[in-house]
């Protein structure tokens, strides 16, 4: 059984351009979510799809966005890049809700803003 | 709000030591809490999860209990190897959505 797919793996990036991270999920899955993790941060929670509807969405500002596609991948856009964007972005997926069963995530994107 | 506390890190230990993680939280309700495992260059793995109070999650040696009258879920295993170093994260899922600690990196030396 294929795990959760991200691409690319890694992308440098200039400030102030926008970027988009794909993540396929389980075969199944139908609830993806993304998180960012940075040295500082850690690990922190941007927004959580459910059958191509947005259903949680965590606090970051508005150039974070993301929608799911009718097959369940997932992507995720920033828009007008800065430095504090550099981050490991993980992609999770999950059945449901992910309460009982846990979500699987995949290897993330590194993206570097310079 | 919702919040994970784990011990600060690294935690050194020599191989076949005992090891102990703790992990408390504040949550309304009743979460379901995890453990996820991360390696160098890689994603998170779901090490062990329980869905309620008493329940013990279980999984390559590694046991955590979820003790809801002390709000924990300490991570242990009773003789860690070389290939356990990693950084360890506790999570509580709530509202659709994972809370992790900060993470505690583990180095198991030989």
Same mark, same amino acid.
């Given at each position: 059984?294929?795990?959760?797919?991200?691409?690319?793996?890694?992308?440098?990036?200039?400030?102030?351009q926008q970027v988009?991270?794909?993540?396929?999920?389980?075969?199944?899955?139908?609830?993806?979510?993304?998180?960012?993790?940075?040295?500082?941060?850690?690990?922190?929670?941007?927004?959580?799809?459910?059958?191509?509807?947005?259903?949680?969405?965590?606090?970051?500002? *508005?150039?974070?966005?993301?929608?799911?596609?009718?097959?369940?991948?997932?992507?995720?856009n920033v828009s007008?890049?800065?430095?504090?964007?550099?981050?490991?972005?993980?992609?999770?997926?999950?059945?449901?809700?992910?309460?009982?069963?846990?979500?699987?995530?995949?290897?993330?994107?590194?993206?570097?803003?310079? | 709000?919702?919040?994970?506390?784990?011990?600060? &890190?690294?935690?050194?230990?020599?191989?076949?030591?005992?090891?102990?993680?703790?992990?408390?939280?504040?949550?309304? &309700?009743?979460?379901?809490?995890?453990?996820?495992?991360?390696?160098?260059?890689? *994603?998170?793995?779901?090490?062990?999860?329980?869905?309620?109070?008493?329940?013990?999650?279980?999984?390559?040696?590694?046991?955590?209990?979820?003790?809801?009258?002390?709000?924990?879920?300490?991570?242990?295993?009773?003789?860690?190897?070389?290939?356990?170093?990693?950084?360890?994260?506790?999570?509580?899922?709530? &509202?659709?959505?994972?809370?992790? *600690?900060? &993470?505690?990196?583990?180095?198991?030396?030989?």
């Open positions: 059984k294929a795990g959760v797919t991200q691409t690319p793996r890694y992308l440098i990036k200039t400030r102030g988009t991270l794909s993540c396929s999920p389980i075969s199944g899955h139908r609830s993806v979510s993304w998180y960012q993790q940075t040295p500082g941060q850690g690990l922190q929670f941007l927004f959580e799809y459910f059958s191509e509807t947005q259903r949680n969405k965590g606090n970051f500002p *508005g150039r974070f966005s993301g929608r799911q596609f009718s097959n369940s991948r997932s992507e995720m007008t890049l800065e430095l504090g964007d550099s981050a490991l972005y993980l992609c999770a997926s999950s059945p449901g809700t992910g309460r009982d069963e846990g979500y699987t995530f995949g290897s993330g994107t590194r993206l570097t803003v310079v | 709000g919702n919040s994970v506390t784990q011990m600060e &890190g690294p935690v050194t230990l020599s191989e076949e030591a005992f090891l102990t993680i703790n992990c408390t939280y504040t949550a309304t &309700g009743y979460p379901s809490l995890f453990w996820y495992v991360q390696y160098p260059g890689e *994603g998170l793995q779901l090490l062990l999860k329980a869905t309620k109070a008493d329940d013990k999650g279980s999984n390559k040696g590694f046991e955590a209990t979820y003790r809801k009258e002390t709000t924990s879920f300490h991570l242990e295993k009773g003789s860690v190897q070389v290939s356990d170093s990693a950084v360890y994260f506790c999570a509580l899922s709530q &509202g659709g959505k994972l809370i992790f *600690g900060q &993470g505690t990196e583990l180095s198991v030396k030989p």
